[in-house]
């Protein structure tokens, strides 16, 4: 039975996957450099970013490190001004908070997640949260779902992972916990054929705990 639900955040509780992508984006085109979507999507399922492109066209450290700054302007920018809700998410971690216990487990760093959360409901349900300063390796490792169980003194089989990312899949996967995968327009082109259940909304976790219960 599925006691314990760890939640991704970016592109599962909250649409800021594109507007990270476009933050960087932004940021290499001020010093002239075009990002490639494509390979984008495909450093960041192995757990890369932003800068390998910019790494493997010779760019310097400083440069980068410069940008990186930048690029964070810009993506809170975003995350105050661009629609970033998912339909139907509070209403289901409402529902599911009468079955399971649940945990948000992310890489965002803790200013941007406070940001978003700022005016939002989704925190209410989440026993904890775990940002990125909350561990030393992050996704694929799987250090952060490792954590979480170790949070809740929970054990692998009675807990669900839900991510969105071939990243976040690994993760979950290194750790063997089940994952539900759920769709993302931004990283729908990953492979997930190792994800214990594909879904298309998060209200479909409801038969999923159901089904296990």
Same mark, same amino acid.
């Given at each position: 039975?599925?006691?314990?639900?760890?939640?991704?955040?970016?592109?599962?509780?909250?649409?800021?996957?594109?507007?990270?992508?476009?933050?960087?984006?932004?940021?290499?085109?001020?010093?002239?450099?075009?990002?490639?979507?494509?390979?984008?999507?495909?450093?960041?399922?192995?757990?890369?970013?932003?800068?390998?492109?910019?790494?493997?066209?010779?760019?310097?450290?400083?440069?980068?490190?410069?940008?990186?700054?930048?690029?964070?302007?810009?993506?809170?920018e975003?995350?105050?001004?661009?629609?970033? &809700?998912?339909?139907g *998410?509070? $209403?289901? =971690?409402?529902? %599911?908070s009468?079955? @399971?216990?649940?945990? +948000?487990?992310?890489?965002?760093?803790?200013?941007?997640?406070?940001?978003?959360?700022?005016?939002?409901?989704?925190?209410?349900?989440?026993?904890?949260?775990?940002?990125?300063?909350?561990?030393?390796?992050?996704?694929?490792?799987?250090?952060?779902?490792?954590?979480a169980?170790?949070?809740?003194?929970?054990a692998?089989? &009675?807990?669900?992972v *839900?991510? $969105?990312? =071939?990243?976040? %899949?690994?993760?979950? @996967?290194?750790?063997? +916990?089940?994952?539900?995968?759920?769709h993302?327009?931004?990283?729908?082109?990953?492979?997930?054929?190792?994800?214990?259940?594909?879904?298309?909304?998060l209200?479909?976790?409801?038969?999923?705990?159901?089904?296990?219960?």
């Amino acid at each position: 039975m599925k006691k314990y639900v760890l939640f991704d955040h970016d592109g599962v509780l909250v649409d800021t996957e594109f507007w990270y992508y476009k933050a960087g984006e932004r940021a290499l085109a001020d010093i002239g450099f075009t990002l490639d979507k494509t390979q984008y999507l495909r450093s960041m399922s192995q757990g890369q970013g932003t800068w390998a492109q910019a790494r493997a066209a010779d760019i310097d450290e400083h440069t980068i490190s410069r940008q990186r700054a930048v690029r964070d302007d810009y993506y809170q920018e975003y995350l105050r001004t661009e629609a970033i &809700e998912i339909e139907g *998410v509070v $209403d289901t =971690l409402a529902d %599911l908070s009468k079955h @399971v216990r649940m945990a +948000i487990v992310t890489t965002a760093k803790r200013a941007d997640f406070d940001l978003i959360h700022e005016k939002r409901q989704i925190q209410q349900f989440m026993e904890f949260v775990l940002v990125r300063e909350d561990y030393k390796r992050s996704k694929p490792h799987p250090e952060p779902y490792l954590t979480a169980l170790h949070r809740f003194g929970a054990a692998k089989e &009675e807990t669900l992972v *839900v991510e $969105d990312s =071939l990243r976040g %899949l690994n993760s979950a @996967v290194a750790a063997d +916990i089940d994952c539900a995968v759920v769709h993302n327009e931004f990283t729908k082109t990953h492979d997930f054929s190792q994800a214990t259940h594909q879904i298309k909304t998060l209200t479909e976790l409801k038969e999923i705990i159901r089904a296990t219960s």
